[in-house]
């Protein structure tokens, strides 16, 4: 079963876009190093600094 995020544009004509939801297999592995070379650079180091911080 695959599970579609639609994102849609305001004030627009065009038709929402699709997006599928799956997990991610270099997130999987390599923890928050994979969310910054998988493009989110926020959310990866926000993690990153609390694994940090956790582990002081």
Do not use: I, N, Q
Request: aromatic content about 12%.
């Amino acid at each position: 079963m695959k599970l579609y995020t639609p994102f849609f544009a305001p004030e627009s004509d065009r038709p929402p876009v699709l997006v599928v939801e799956r997990p991610s297999l270099r997130v999987l592995v390599f923890g928050w190093l994979g969310l910054v070379f998988h493009g989110a650079w926020m959310p990866g180091l926000l993690a990153g600094a609390a694994t940090v911080a956790l582990h002081l």
